[in-house]
């Protein structure tokens, strides 16, 4: 059982960067996949990025290649979301979610652990 906390969000310029952090509490962070998740209003839930559990493998969605890094640091139980070169359409709820390995990384149902979500809001 892991709690997953947020930060980091806030309003930014198109083609402005943002990183989102995330802090976990618990004792299997280290042995988690862990992925960031966006909710835009009257959207779906949608992946973002992922990193297995020793950070050896990285997957993105198409819409952050480029522009997204995710990192994490299982010293400090801290997982990141570097964004750069935002534009309003990045603009979400973004979630931090974990789970135990296996399974689709980028479908949400299988992630058990989830933040309460940071909003990032990007203006034109």
């Known amino acids: 059982q892991i709690q997953l906390v947020e930060s980091g969000g806030g309003l930014v310029q198109a083609g402005g960067s943002l990183r989102l952090s995330c802090a976990a509490s618990?004792?299997?962070?280290?042995?988690?996949?862990m992925a960031w998740f966006r909710q835009a209003p009257g959207k779906e839930r949608e992946f973002v990025a992922a990193?297995?559990?020793?950070?050896?493998?990285?997957y993105y969605a198409d819409s952050g290649k480029g522009r997204f890094t995710i990192s994490r640091d299982n010293a400090k139980n801290s997982v990141y979301l570097q964004m750069n070169s935002l534009q309003p359409e990045d603009t979400a709820v973004y979630y931090c979610?974990?789970?135990?390995?296996?399974?689709?990384?980028?479908?949400?149902?299988?992630?058990?652990?989830w933040g309460q979500g940071t909003q990032v809001i990007v203006s034109s």
């Open positions: 979610a974990g789970r135990l390995p296996g399974g689709t990384y980028s479908e949400p149902r299988t992630y058990s652990y």
């Open positions: 618990g004792r299997t962070f280290s042995t988690c996949t």
């Open positions: 990193m297995s559990s020793s950070g050896g493998r990285t």
